[in-house]
């Protein structure tokens, strides 16, 4: 049986903040992250969804994370690309999400709900909420550092999880949660590592 899981209510939200929580790093997110659930009408569509977080070089001012979402359509084997920049905010609870390219003008905050490790394994999971937006509902994401996704008893604590929060939102998307569709179409694929002083890997 898994643990159970706790969440940080988003921002906005009048629930109470649990006690003890701390925000995760920049180095604990980055990365390949497989998303494996969501609520995101946008995914529907999608398969072999990752999202890599690449630290930008230690300077002045707040702290900048290289964001990119890959995907596939559910029927063509054409990888699409979505690159923005994260910027942190609220002690790296959240980010805000500003496009590249054309995509400039596009903006969009969202934020960490939970981070850790699965019960009785090494494998890492994310949960991140993302507010309204001019094209998008408000929506929550469930994360797996391994391709292979996340234990059943783990994605139903995460449910389980949201539907607890004190805030009508919240308890709404506890019950809107769908999974992904993943394969082995992106299993070879060669991506670059999060850490520019490297040569490119192979992610599974």
Same mark, same amino acid.
């Given at each position: 049986m898994a643990a159970s899981i706790v969440l940080r209510p988003p921002i906005t939200s009048s629930a109470k903040v649990p006690e003890g929580l701390t925000a995760p790093s920049v180095e604990d997110l980055k990365g390949v992250w497989h998303v494996t659930h969501s609520t995101l009408p946008m995914w529907k569509k999608a398969r072999n969804i990752r999202i890599t977080y690449t630290p930008h070089?230690?300077?002045?001012?707040?702290?900048?994370? %290289?964001?990119?979402? =890959? @995907?596939?359509?559910?029927?063509?084997? +054409? &990888?699409?690309?979505?690159?923005?920049?994260?910027?942190?905010?609220?002690?790296?609870? =959240? @980010?805000?999400?500003?496009?590249?390219?054309?995509?400039?003008?596009? =903006?969009? +905050?969202?934020? &960490?709900?939970?981070?850790? +490790? #699965?019960?009785?394994?090494? %494998? #890492?999971?994310?949960?991140?909420?993302?507010? +309204?937006?001019?094209?998008?509902?408000?929506?929550?994401?469930? @994360?797996?550092?391994?391709? #292979?996704?996340?234990?059943?008893?783990?994605? #139903?604590?995460?449910?389980?999880?949201?539907?607890? &929060?004190?805030?009508?939102? &919240?308890?709404?998307?506890?019950g809107q949660i769908f999974e992904i569709k993943m394969d082995d179409a992106r299993q070879h694929e060669v991506v670059k590592d999060t850490d520019t002083t490297k040569a490119n890997s192979v992610v599974a």
């Open positions: 070089q230690a300077g002045n001012g707040p702290v900048k994370i %290289n964001d990119n979402v =890959s @995907y596939q359509s559910l029927t063509a084997a +054409k &990888i699409k690309n979505v690159d923005g920049v994260d910027v942190a905010q609220d002690g790296g609870w =959240s @980010y805000k999400w500003r496009g590249k390219g054309l995509l400039m003008i596009a =903006s969009s +905050k969202w934020e &960490i709900m939970a981070f850790g +490790k #699965e019960h009785g394994s090494e %494998n #890492e999971y994310a949960v991140t909420f993302f507010n +309204k937006t001019l094209f998008t509902p408000a929506g929550v994401d469930f @994360y797996s550092r391994a391709p #292979e996704g996340l234990k059943a008893e783990t994605v #139903e604590a995460m449910k389980a999880a949201l539907l607890s &929060i004190e805030d009508e939102t &919240i308890k709404s998307l506890g």
